[in-house]
Each structure stands twice: as C-alpha cells, then as structure tokens.
C-alpha cells in the first residue's frame, strides 16, 4: 500500500488543522491507521491510531482532547483533525499502516509510511 500524506501548513497556537492520509495499492481497511510525528531533532513518536473498522481510536497523552483521528474506509482515507494547536506541536507528521490486529504504538511494528506533512506552530 501507499500512503500519502497532505494537510500541513503554518498555523498560530490555538488554531486547527486536518490532516489527510490517502491509501492506495490496496483498501486502507485491512489495516490498522496511525500518525506518528517527529520534531526537529527529536525522535519519531507516535501521536494517534484507529482500528481497522474506525470503532476505537488511541492516543498519547499530550494531544488527548484536541487531536482526533478518524478514518473513511470507502475512500481510503485517514484523517487527523488537530484542534488547539500549541508550538509543541510542530513537527514533520507521518501516517502509517500496521497489517496488525491490535493498536501499536511503537514505529518499529507499522509496515507502511507517508512521506510526511509538516506542521509548524507559531506562538
């Protein structure tokens, strides 16, 4: 499968953005959907994921409450609305596809990455 990711931009802290994560290759539906983001300098940590049927979605800690990741199986098609953004946010954002069954939250465990889409937060 692959994934491209879009969505990224420049907002000021407080502000929203969606972002998008278009499959193809093969149904996005077989797969368990993530993002994962990596600040400059920083390690690549994983920010979201949802089940293969869009039923229960997963979070780290720091973006609980204002992140949500939702996923149309009929357009393969997986998005991150990010509302509240803080400059802490900003980093280089990756989708990625797991063939799994259960939610991983570690990079190594995802087959499939996007090219990524930068968000940059001003303050």
């Known amino acids: 499968v692959q994934l491209q990711a879009s969505g990224g931009g420049l907002v000021q802290a407080g502000g929203s953005l969606r972002l998008s994560c278009a499959a193809s290759?093969?149904?996005?539906?077989?797969?368990?959907m993530a993002w994962f983001r990596q600040a400059p300098g920083k390690e690549r940590d994983f920010v979201a994921a949802?089940?293969?049927?869009?039923?229960?979605?997963y979070y780290t800690d720091s973006v609980k409450g204002r992140f949500t990741i939702s996923r149309d199986n009929a357009r393969n098609t997986v998005y991150l609305q990010m509302n509240s953004l803080k400059p802490e946010d900003t980093a280089v954002y990756y989708c990625?596809?797991?063939?799994?069954?259960?939610?991983?939250?570690?990079?190594?465990?995802?087959?499939?990455w996007g090219q990524g889409t930068l968000v940059t937060v001003s303050s």
């Open positions: 949802i089940t293969k049927i869009g039923t229960t979605p």
């Open positions: 990625a596809a797991d063939r799994g069954v259960v939610i991983q939250t570690r990079l190594e465990e995802y087959d499939y």
């Open positions: 290759g093969r149904t996005a539906s077989v797969y368990i």
